[in-house]
């Protein structure tokens, strides 16, 4: 990999839903992906965590883990964790997951961090999707509905980001 002057500019960005053990842990592990192998680990980095504490430390669900391993994206080492407000800081880009993950953001971020929030799937218009729907109650259709969805969608932020790092 070419070596990042250290003032070469670098994006973070946090996927979030609601206990982050099915959609957020997703999107960060497809994302991580794409990045790795652009070779942008360096300049592009991500997480993801859930509005509420359901699940803080433990994995992504079981389904989550095997739909997406089956895809060749490796979540294992994912942990659940709970949005902070000091997260409007660490992270450039806040991405809900859904309208209501979207309100949570903008109602909990600090004054002048509002535009760091938007909807993952505003990354993917040609899809004509505004949120990525819940899986966890569903069946194995529903879990590879979300990689369907996040995919395209990652690889739109992915391409945004880019162009922002050039």
């Known amino acids: 990999m070419p070596h990042q002057p250290e003032n070469a500019m670098t994006r973070k960005v946090l996927f979030v839903c609601t206990g982050n053990i099915c959609r957020s842990p997703t999107a960060e592990g497809v994302f991580r992906s794409l990045v790795a192998r652009d070779g942008l680990a360096a300049r592009i980095a991500s997480a993801s965590a859930g509005t509420h504490g359901y699940h803080i430390?433990?994995?992504p669900d079981p389904r989550t883990v095997a739909h997406a391993k089956r895809r060749g994206?490796?979540?294992?080492?994912?942990?659940?964790?709970?949005?902070?407000?000091r997260d409007f800081e660490r992270y450039d880009l806040l991405l809900a997951c859904d309208a209501?993950?979207?309100t949570f953001l903008s109602r909990?971020?600090?004054r002048g961090r509002r535009d760091r929030v938007a909807l993952l799937?505003?990354?993917a218009p040609e899809l004509g999707l505004k949120e990525v729907p819940d899986p966890y109650y569903g069946g194995a259709a529903d879990f590879e509905h979300v990689l369907d969805i996040v995919e395209p969608a990652a690889a739109g932020l992915?391409?945004?980001l880019k162009r922002e790092l050039e």
């Open 57 to 59: 430390g433990d994995p």
């Open 73 to 85: 994206y490796d979540l294992s080492a994912l942990r659940a964790k709970r949005l902070e407000t």
């Open 100 to 102: 209501g993950h979207h």
């Open 108 to 110: 909990m971020a600090p």
């Open 121 to 123: 799937m505003d990354y």
């Open 158 to 160: 992915l391409a945004a």
